[in-house]
């Protein structure tokens, strides 16, 4: 059988049953953003861990090492801020191919430690080795949050309404741009793609607010994320096209050359932003921005901008599979 | 500047000063096995993380890969080990080639699994990617320990006795089989290469006992390994060969290859036994071979085969070099 054959959600699912034989104090495993682990009285600890690989993840001549650097561990801020928890100590694996300088290396880890201390994170630890061929960084980051204001993927409720921290899309343009090297005049959404922030001070306060219910950040894309927390609650959503946050940047880009924003809002991926249902009290809040609700039937339905309905479908990306 | 001008020890220090932020909950951060922070009550927390690469730490034909799935979790244990600590969780980043098949991947993660289940050990999160060339396994392991019995490296004062755990030089010398094509008749030396076991119940021992005193396992070689020792405890060390335990494989695989079977106890690397310093009394228990002491003069000495002192040279293991 191919990994192709398997994909990327069927292959973890597949390689990780029992793989819990000490449940003492183990919260939630694999399928959140971050592991959940009892911690010290009323805190649980998070960890996650996200590896980048040069010419699957990142170009080296189309990202500054700064930027890597930076990005690889913002990748795993994000899921903390996820889980509406505060990041503690991070732990950096790097696999260096040997016609790297240190120059280079000296870049990648001010990026990485200069976005570290915005955010209170150690690096604790690591791993530093030899490639044949590509650049590897593999970061974990451990967290922790009060084990009262956890928000998980898999407790969204029909009638939450469903809201995103910011703008959909913008990354995916940005990498586009990239591929097609067309990125003047579009550095906004280059650095969105390149420089993506970790909300962490807005997932802290999303959890803080009691009006919250479930939570994760976009990853892989809105249709396929907003599905993880469907499938994981057992619930439905209806999606509205004219309500998903675009920025002037996105739509005028996609005029520009004939690209759908729309497409790259519900599938463009990595804009790390948080996707979180709750209250619809959240409404008042300032860029939170509410995109649709989660419904009791199972159905994932997107409400086109003319108003007519259809299914969602997840094209969020597969890093397994060969047609994309 | 060049990687190789550098060498793996010195970029380590280069890369890693100013880490630490955010000291409130770290008792030690780069530098030991583990990073160590407080946990719940009395209890210290243990993090240790550990890339393979393909081509730089194996060869996808030399390993099958259940023994592989098994060597990279154990790696990691046995950096939990040499802290006294106790494993608790895994986290498994694994980057794929798409040739791989799926067959492959399964074996893996069961060598994983089977040794994670017999120490106890869950896999609780982790990221399954692709890979254009390399296969990638990164592992970060938790663990935990009391903070009254946490064995570091620089704790090691003049006077101790130096023990190891087990027989040095056996996975060297099994490598140096596999590379030369010569495995038939020294399985046990390829299977103590290929399937290190952590010495888990052994550290928690040790660390229980209340008679050691400063630990680390023997990853890269005794030599260098112990020079980490001596170098963050200000101590000095005499090693007396004839004292280093040798299997009779060993021996025998070296007489039989013109080898020097010394070479392989002092450089070897990767037998993953604890190299501990501690009380005379630790001299009575089985499996425990005094090697040498811990001396105040700074000097580290090589008493050779036929009484001669000599200066011991690290010559372990760096994979940044591009001499070895």
Not at 237 to 248: A, K, N, Q
Not at 264 to 279: I, K, R
Not at 296 to 302: A, F, N, P, Y
């Amino acid at each position: 059988m191919k990994l192709s054959d398997v994909g990327e959600f069927g292959l973890i699912e597949r390689l990780t049953d029992n793989c819990v034989v000490n449940a003492l104090h183990v919260v939630k495993g694999i399928g959140d953003d971050c592991s959940v682990t009892r911690g010290a009285g009323d805190t649980l600890r998070l960890v996650t861990t996200d590896m980048l690989i040069e010419r699957v993840h990142f170009l080296r001549d189309a990202i500054t090492p700064r930027q890597l650097g930076a990005k690889a561990l913002a990748v795993n801020l994000s899921d903390i801020a996820a889980m509406g928890g505060t990041a503690l100590d991070a732990y950096v694996s790097i696999a260096v191919p040997t016609d790297l300088t240190v120059a280079y290396l000296d870049e990648l880890y001010l990026g990485m430690k200069q976005l570290a201390r915005r955010f209170a994170v150690n690096i604790l630890g690591g791993d530093t080795t030899a490639s044949k061929t590509d650049l590897v960084i593999n970061i974990a980051v451990t967290g922790e949050v009060p084990s009262s204001q956890i928000l998980y993927r898999h407790t969204a409720k029909a009638g939450d309404r469903i809201y995103v921290t910011g703008c959909l899309g913008d990354s995916g343009a940005g990498l586009h741009a990239i591929l097609n090297g067309g990125t003047e005049g579009v550095e906004s959404l280059v650095r969105r793609h390149l420089e993506p922030e970790p909300h962490l001070s807005r997932g802290r306060w999303l959890a803080q607010s009691g009006q919250a219910r479930a939570m994760l950040d976009v990853s892989d894309g809105l249709t396929s994320d907003l599905g993880h927390i469907c499938g994981q609650s057992h619930v439905g959503c209806t999606v509205v096209s004219s309500r998903l946050p675009l920025s002037p940047e996105l739509v005028a880009y996609c005029d520009n050359n004939g690209l759908d924003a729309l497409d790259f809002a519900l599938s463009g991926g990595e804009d790390y932003v948080l996707l979180v249902t709750g209250s619809e009290e959240l409404s008042k809040e300032p860029d939170l921005f509410e995109v649709g609700r989660v419904t009791e039937s199972l159905d994932r339905i997107l409400i086109g901008t003319t108003g007519e309905a259809r299914e969602l479908l997840a094209s969020g990306w597969d890093h397994m599979r060969d047609d994309r």
